[in-house]
Every structure is written in C-alpha cells, then in structure tokens.
C-alpha cells in the first residue's frame, strides 16, 4: 500500500531506498571485505570487484536520490526519546549520507584514477572525471576503507538502536520504517 | 651581533661541509630522470599468454665511468617503488600493498654496484648488490655502452641499457600470479650527465 510521508509515517519512496540501500550496504561491505583477499586465480577475481563496483555506483545513484528527497519532503520527526539517544540517533543518520558520499565517491576515485572508467553492470561506463592526482588510488582506497568500517559501526549501532526501540521502549521506530501501522 | 655572525660562520661551515663531497665527484654523472631521459621497465608473464609492462617512474642516481679505466666504474640507484606504473591504477595500487612491494614498509630498492667488467666491445657485466621489498641479494646487469659526448646544449652525457631477470621468489614476494610468471625481467635504459 503506497502512502506519502507526513509527519508521523515514512512514505513508500523512502521506506524503498531505506531498506534496499540497507540490504546493498551491508552486501557491498562484505563483498568488498571478501573480494581483496581473492587469490589471482579464482573464478571471482575479475567479476566480485566488478559486481561490487556496478553496485557502488547504483547506490550512489540512489544516494543522490534519497538526498534530493529527504530536502524536498522532511521526514517525519523521531519519536519522542531520552536526550542522549535522540543526539545520538541523528548523529548516527545524518552521517550515513556523509559517510555514504565519501565511500562511493572514493570508490569511484580508486579505478579511475589514470582515467579509466567504470563500468555499470555493462551496460555503460561512467568516466573518469578527476585523474592523475599523484597517488590517487591510494589514499582514495585509504579513504574508502576506513570510512566503510565506519559506517558499518555506525550500521551496527543503527540496529542496536531499532531493535532496542523495538523490543524495549515498545514504540513505532522500527514498524514505521517497515510500513506498518503501529500500534499508538 | 655577536650571535648573528656565529650563526653565519655555522652556516657556511654546514654549507662547505654539505657541498664538499658533490664537488668532489666533479667527474660523475648523473641520471638524467628529471627530464626523463632515462627509464627502469619490467616485464612479466600474463599467465603465459602475453606481457604485462610497467616501469618506474620515479628514481634517481649516479654513476661514475672513465674511459680509461671503465672497471673502475661504480653505480648507484635508488628507486621509489610507489611510483610503479603499468597503466591501471588498480593494479598498481595491488602492487604497492602488502601482497607485492608492500611500499609503506619498503619505499626504496636500491642498487649499489660492486664492479664493472667488461666483456666486449661496448658490452660489460655490472655486478652488485639490490634491495627490495627489504631483501638484499647479489645480481648481474647485461650491460651494454650506447654513447657518450657533448650534448647540443653544453653538457656531456653517457649513456647504458642494461637488462637482467629476477625471480619474485628471491626477493620475498610470494603472492602467486601463476607458474608462468614467477620472473620478471628488467630493461633500463639510462643517460647520465657529466657533473661540472
């Protein structure tokens, strides 16, 4: 059932990229963990950083999205919470998007970086726009790696949290986000 | 005034103490990698089918040699090993990880000749001792003399090929790319410019 967002419910569009981007996060940094110790002569070797590359540029594609829509339409406020946890909370949120912004545009910076571009599942090469910087896939790698253990810090913690709101406070934190009609 | 003109007399002694020693190799050259008139390729095997070539782009060094006596020849390099390059940035950046030439810990190879022997016309063997990912080992240098003289702006200039084959192996470098490339093989190409 599609609905808009209002000051209490997530509408449909950002309950999808949420839980979609969720699920492409948390794959992207396992695969990306998993493809680099990849020994030269597995079947994977060329086609798990070329998987993981398509699907970094998509998330940001949907980053960009999420970013324009969450300016446009504000998203509802959180539910009513302690001082230290609400501070926390929208720490932990708005970083995603800095986060997000820094891991794929490093990303993007490491294969790109004597100019090449990168592909999108094949279907098109995105090109290299900001080359030839001395050692520039280095320290975008740098960056990139530590901004993804960040982020699946700050992943964990978001968790920890809903489920926390969940089964603890009891409230609407977690079902608003699923779509579900809560219960207040 | 007095603290002034002490710090003047320790600066000029720093500053002669400093030159000194280049002035004293008035007689050696050095590489020309500044406006890249030199190079340090490599070759290796893609699983037997073809090459991948790369080179460094980086370096720096010198090198004595009189005509009269070229055994007494003596060389010294030392290369940047970050500033690998085989056209593609990811496989560059592979190469300077831990897995291959690990530069963070390594940043410098370096090769100090030991002697010079010639073999024949225009062509010597260069011996001595390279580092490399922290591993130091004796090797030999196919070389071969090209030429010398003035050059058309002032200067006078020498220059060298060299080649030779190292195994990954031996410098410590285990991670497998496949039994067809457990070699590489260098080509360097170097001129050197008369020191005034």
């Known amino acids: 059932m599609a609905h808009e967002t209002s000051e209490e419910r997530f509408g449909a569009v950002l309950i999808t990229l949420h839980w979609v981007m969720a699920v492409m996060i948390i794959a992207l ?8 110790d990849l020994p030269y002569s597995h079947p994977w070797y060329h086609s798990a950083p070329h998987l993981h590359k398509s699907l970094g ?23 009513p919470m302690p001082y230290l946890e609400r501070i926390t909370a929208l720490f932990v949120q708005k970083s995603f998007y800095f986060l997000l912004f ?32 001395e050692h520039q896939e280095d320290i975008a790698g ?34 608003r986000m699923l779509g579900i009609r809560g219960k207040n | 005034m007095y603290r002034i003109k002490q710090r003047i007399i320790l600066l000029v002694l720093l500053a002669v103490f400093l030159i000194a020693p280049l002035q004293a190799r ?3 050259y050095v590489i020309d990698s500044k406006k890249a008139h030199a190079f340090i390729q490599f070759k290796i095997s893609h699983l037997g089918f073809s090459y991948v070539l790369g080179r460094f782009n980086h ?8 005509e009269k006596d070229p055994a007494a020849s003596h060389v010294k390099v030392t290369v940047d090993v970050s500033s690998v390059d085989t056209n593609h940035a990811e496989r560059d950046k592979h190469l300077r990880s831990e897995k291959f030439f690990d530069v963070k810990k390594y940043p410098k190879a370096t090769f100090v000749s030991s002697s010079y022997e010639v073999t024949g016309d225009k062509r010597a063997l260069l011996k001595g001792m390279f580092t490399l990912h922290g591993v130091t080992r004796p090797i030999t240098i196919k070389v071969r003399e ?9 200067g006078y200039r020498r220059g060298f090929e060299g080649s030779l084959t190292l195994a990954l192996k031996d410098y410590n470098i285990n991670t497998s790319l496949g039994p067809a490339a457990k070699e590489v093989v260098l080509f360097l190409s170097l001129e050197g410019i008369r020191q005034k």
Do not use: C
């Open chain 2, 59 to 66: 370096f720096d060094g010198v090198f004595s040699y009189d």
């Open chain 1, 57 to 79: 540029l998509f998330l940001l594609a949907l980053l960009v999205i999420r970013s324009i829509w969450v300016i446009i339409i504000k998203r509802p406020a959180l539910l």
């Open chain 2, 146 to 154: 090209l030429g010398a003289g003035k050059d058309p702006w002032g």
């Open chain 1, 102 to 133: 820094g891991i794929t545009i490093s990303g993007y910076l490491i294969p790109t970086a004597n100019g090449s571009g990168v592909e999108l599942f094949s279907l098109f090469t995105v090109p290299a726009v900001f080359t030839g910087f």
């Open chain 1, 29 to 36: 940094f396992f695969l990306g963990r998993f493809m680099v």
């Open chain 2, 26 to 28: 008035a007689a050696d």
């Open chain 1, 142 to 175: 740098g960056f990139h790696y530590v901004l993804a253990y960040i982020l699946i810090f700050f992943v964990l913690l978001h968790t920890i949290g809903a489920l926390k709101h969940h089964f603890m406070d009891r409230d609407d934190t977690l079902t």
